[in-house]
């Protein structure tokens, strides 16, 4: 048995999420599908990095699979996608060691938040950032805001409530707004990341980039840790899982 | 009555087309839907520029339409776009004078085509540009064929066999190329444009690029008037029509 490595994308629009749910298109289940297909009935099972809700895209996400087939992994890769969905992508393949884990040897991942600031959104950009209706923040202020982020905190505040997690410390390593055109993008690197957590953090930046909240609110919010005091969940269409980082990586 | 102009965008992916079919989902079903519920019931007929085909997008396609009401142009806009699908959105209103007709008011078109010419395909482009499977064409020897097309000629070897238009002699005033990344993109501006006529171009021209045909070639396909001559139709989600020019515009 060889363990792949598998860089992948993916438009979430029409997903309900990365990870199998009964009756539901997830792009796990596209991806198991054509695994077992190319395996002739094997079952293969695919480990991503982590899930990526429904509608939330990915230009960088990593999954790992063991196989007993000796194809050449670029093969694999054009075999893959010959088979896949269009809104699928593999990007790249490479063998792996065998203690390899695409979930549990993350050492960080990196987020796209995009919102789309023309006073009418383009019919093209609809399901791939979320429109502001022309209102364009103060990314002076959202940066500002941001700081009070960057660090090791308890980031309970950030975190969706249903989840099991216990342990919600985190190290956010960066957080940067920039324009590009009349979007605003929002970069996050950290070491992990809580469930909701980058849709919250981005909602939350966002009320404090058109005056709703002041950024020295976010040392408050912080330490409160709760939920309930950080702002809306920002929609998942302008998310991006851009990058996933491991061990002995840079 | 008044009469409205409107320049409007649409994603074409989920639409049989621009023009009123029965039992299909149309752009201009969307949009007389639209406005005759503005008009409580009163019956709004919205007149375009010209067709485009299922899966075609406009950045810059033009209608028109007649109303009683007075609601100030601006406010138009905003009704609409708070009403029409999230795949249609009206850029422009202005009030223009009665003697204005969207289709036959028309001085000239320009319309874009896209290529992706990156190895993989990204699954966001899919619906937007056509995948080459990572081949990239001369654009010297498309430039080069161009040169034969632009001017004044009968186009019928680049007019679809299903179509009632006698006259096929049209004036394209400009044909180019250009990288955007790995996406290539033909621009092409004429007085008026066939049925399938760019796509023919374009799927002619990239036959060119590719070393499958040689430039010169283009004088004897368009001095043969037969379709047959000619190259394929490129496919309808690369295509875009981008502006449309009116009599006293420059």
Request: net charge positive.
């Amino acid at each position: 048995m060889r363990r792949l490595k598998a860089t992948i994308s993916y438009d979430g629009t029409l997903f309900a999420g990365y990870q199998v749910q009964p009756g539901e298109r997830t792009v796990q289940s596209e991806l198991e599908t054509v695994l077992t297909k190319m395996h002739k009935g094997g079952k293969v099972k695919v480990t991503a990095s982590g899930r990526t809700d429904a509608r939330v895209h990915a230009t960088g996400q990593v999954i790992h699979f063991d196989t007993p087939l000796t194809i050449p992994v670029d093969r694999y890769k054009k075999a893959l996608n010959v088979q896949l969905p269009r809104d699928i992508r593999v990007l790249d393949v490479e063998e792996v060691a065998h203690d390899f884990h695409a979930r549990y040897s993350v050492s960080g991942k990196r987020y796209r938040y995009i919102w789309n600031c023309e006073e009418v959104q383009s019919p093209f950009s609809r399901h791939y950032s979320t429109d502001t209706n022309g209102v364009k923040p103060d990314i002076e202020k959202m940066t500002a805001a941001a700081q009070y982020i960057i660090g090791t905190h308890d980031f309970s505040c950030f975190c969706a409530a249903n989840t099991s997690v216990i342990d919600k410390v985190r190290t956010v390593h960066s957080l940067a707004f920039s324009w590009h055109g009349e979007e605003l993008h929002m970069t996050i690197e950290g070491n992990g990341f809580l469930y909701n957590m980058v849709r919250i953090i981005a909602g939350t930046l966002w009320e404090v980039g058109i005056g709703k909240r002041k950024a020295w609110e976010l040392e408050l919010i912080i330490a409160s840790l709760d939920r309930g005091n950080a702002g809306k969940t920002a929609p998942a269409y302008g998310l991006y899982l851009e990058k996933v980082f491991y061990k002995n990586e840079i």
